[in-house]
């Protein structure tokens, strides 16, 4: 899988939103570059995507991108989530279809899904003890297309898997589901799924008991809404909103972000150009004031 480019005239902007006050910065901006989906590490770096590598900035600072290799993959995906231990990676491989825990410091890593389950993996969720990754499983065939459901597995530390270990299926349906990610106290999975509307495309915002269990929707709207992310400190989620009628996650659009309060609805926090790779995976601050996401606007 080829990693995206920029069209012509058109940049890839790094902003940091305070999501109380609605303030925004713009942290770092490129004609050449495309960068996609920032995790925010415990240190003050923003790590993201690029090329199928990964890069990273200091979130106050002003330097840019540098590269953070990591040994034996070149085509890492938008999927990645920093291990709670703050010195490992999980990073999404579209190049062997596997994720994979990787070091921060010197780039050693190993493969943590199994070889022969037959799904392509997507990582989204670690669980806050760091035992256990949250992800999607891809299948194709003639008879059912594309079909995504939701797993979780140990996030164990050894190669020349045969499957991957402690694996547990959540969902097992033709509903598309994505995004899955645990709740910082690990009780709950986080997702978007189609399951909620027979119109193609339409997904919303669920949660079910992260060792399985009836999903319950949490978004009613007529738009279509990706990528829940609950803050550290629990008390807030922030997700993507789509146009009416979107299906898929795909880019450039004009997207918005959003806040959902959990009895009482959601507020927009900010519109902009974006989609794919906008925040794909959890971008909240350590402290819970600050999401960093990606902007692709024209000239």
Request: charged share 20%; net charge negative.
């Amino acid at each position: 899988m080829a990693p995206r480019e920029l069209l012509p005239g058109q940049r890839a902007e790094i902003w940091i939103l305070y999501v109380d006050s609605g303030e925004r910065r713009l942290r770092w901006a490129s004609s050449e570059v495309l960068v996609e989906a920032p995790n925010w590490h415990a240190d003050g770096r923003l790590i993201v995507n690029a090329n199928g590598q990964l890069f990273s900035l200091e979130a106050d600072g002003d330097d840019a991108p540098s590269p953070l290799p990591i040994h034996g993959l070149d085509d890492l995906n938008n999927d990645h989530v920093l291990d709670p231990d703050g010195r490992h990676i999980f990073v999404s491989d579209s190049g062997t279809r596997h994720i994979h825990r990787a070091d921060l410091t010197t780039g050693e890593q190993v493969q943590v899904t199994g070889d022969d389950d037959g799904l392509w993996h997507f990582l989204h969720g670690v669980s806050p003890d760091g035992r256990e990754i949250a992800w999607v499983g891809l299948t194709f065939s003639e008879d059912d297309g594309v079909r995504t459901n939701l797993f979780t597995s140990l996030a164990v530390q050894a190669e020349g898997l045969a499957a991957s270990p402690g694996r547990h299926q959540l969902t097992d349906d033709a509903f598309p589901d994505d995004g899955p990610e645990y709740s910082p106290d690990g009780q709950w999975i986080w997702f978007n799924s189609e399951r909620g509307s027979a119109e193609p495309g339409h997904a919303q915002v669920f949660r079910m008991p992260a060792k399985g269990g009836h999903p319950t929707q949490l978004t009613f709207d007529e738009r279509v809404n990706w990528f829940p992310h609950v803050s550290p400190s629990g008390c807030k989620l922030v997700y993507l909103s789509f146009p009416t009628g979107t299906e898929g996650h795909p880019e450039n659009r004009d997207v918005i972000l959003r806040e959902l309060y959990f009895d009482s609805g959601y507020r927009d926090l900010v519109a902009l150009p974006g989609g794919q790779g906008t925040i794909n995976v959890n971008s909240w601050s350590p402290d819970s004031t600050r999401v960093a996401y990606v902007a692709y606007p024209f000239d």
